[in-house]
């Protein structure tokens, strides 16, 4: 993985079904999180208090985000 690429350069290791096409950032959220998770020093690292709160509030982001989807027309 290259971290001075975009998303790390796994770009190759993504289906394609999942629409790369669109925004996928709340994925993109989950690979910051896993790569600070897995960082070589210790102090560099995320506490798994504060892993589980970014979790979260990526889901959240992504929950309201598709609640919003596009309004329907009125008649």
């Given at each position: 993985m290259d971290k001075d690429k975009d998303l790390y350069n796994l770009y190759e290791f993504l289906d394609?079904?999942?629409?790369l096409d669109t925004t996928i950032e709340g994925f993109e959220k989950f690979v910051d999180?896993?790569?600070r998770?897995?960082?070589?020093?210790?102090d560099d690292r995320p506490i798994m208090n504060e892993v589980v709160k970014k979790i979260e509030k990526i889901l959240q982001l992504a929950d309201q985000n598709s609640?919003?989807?596009?309004?329907?027309?009125?008649?």
């Open positions: 394609p079904t999942i629409g999180v896993a790569m998770r897995v960082e070589e020093s210790g609640n919003a989807g596009p309004a329907s027309p009125s008649s």
